[in-house]
T-cell receptor, first 112, second 113 residues
Framework: AQSVTQLDSQVPVFEEAPVELRCNYS??????LFWYVQYPNQGLQLLLK??????LVKGINGFEAEFNKSQTSFHLRKPSVHISDTAEYFC??????????FGAGTRLTVKP | NAGVMQNPRHLVRRRGQEARLRCSPM?????VYWYRQLPEEGLKFMVY????????ESGMPKERFSAEFPKEGPSILRIQQVVRGDSAAYFC???????????FGSGTRLTVV
């Protein structure tokens, strides 16, 4: 079965600095990859997804991620973060739409 | 177009009571998924349902937990004889079945006292 590892449980960063949240996956078949954001006491909101095609995927709020098949990674990046980006970020993998598996999450804290 | 509606938002139960969590999918969505989020952990898949059918319940505990998605009405996640370890946030997602088409609800936070 597919699985996801998010290497950092917490990432503190100063406002306007760049950030990278790391995600590695494991699967014996082709995968679909997703990043979700969760604000306090809310559900998950889709940031971006990789289904096929270009390996560089752009999402909402200025985030982007790059699918690297050889390294089995799907790291999330933003060149300049804002205070409002403080949230929990989840990487997820699916081999079909009926079996989405999530990582443990990375708590991004943006400091002024 | 309302999103995925979960209620209640917060639920407090005493040990041994039953908890019933409801999820109304988005209009036009016939696939429902339940996840559990424990503190400091990610979302753990519990069960995947379509109307009147359980498709995959590989993530459901074998005892005390059950789920249904009737022809009419919301999907229900039922936890019988709750214990403190059941305290968690329970999230529901729905989709039309297309890849990457999940929409999540805001969750139900269950506290067992």
């Amino acid at each position: 079965a597919q699985s996801v590892t998010q290497l950092d449980s917490q990432v503190p960063v100063f406002e306007e600095a760049p950030v990278e949240l790391r995600c590695n996956y494991s699967s014996s078949v082709s995968v679909y990859l997703f990043w979700y954001v969760q604000y306090p006491n809310q559900g998950l909101q889709l940031l971006l997804k990789y289904l096929s095609g270009s390996t560089l995927v752009k999402g909402i709020n200025g985030f982007e991620a790059e699918f690297n098949k050889s390294q089995t990674s799907f790291h999330l990046r933003k060149p300049s973060v804002h205070i409002s980006d403080t949230a929990e970020y989840f990487c997820a993998v699916s081999v079909d739409n009926n079996d989405m598996r999530f990582g443990a999450g990375t708590r991004l804290t943006v400091k002024p | 177009n309302a999103g995925v509606m979960q209620n209640p938002r917060h639920l407090v139960r005493r040990r041994g009571q039953e908890a019933r969590l409801r999820c109304s999918p988005m209009k036009g969505h016939s696939h429902v998924y339940w996840y559990r989020q424990l503190p400091e952990e990610g979302l753990k898949f519990m069960v995947y349902l379509q109307k009147e059918n359980i498709i995959d319940e590989s993530g459901m505990p074998k005892e005390r937990f059950s789920a249904e998605f009737p022809k009419e009405g919301p999907s229900i996640l039922r936890i019988q004889q709750v214990v403190r370890g059941d305290s968690a946030a329970y999230f529901c997602a729905s989709s039309k079945g297309e890849i990457g088409g999940y929409t999540f609800g805001s969750g139900t936070r269950l506290t067992v006292v």
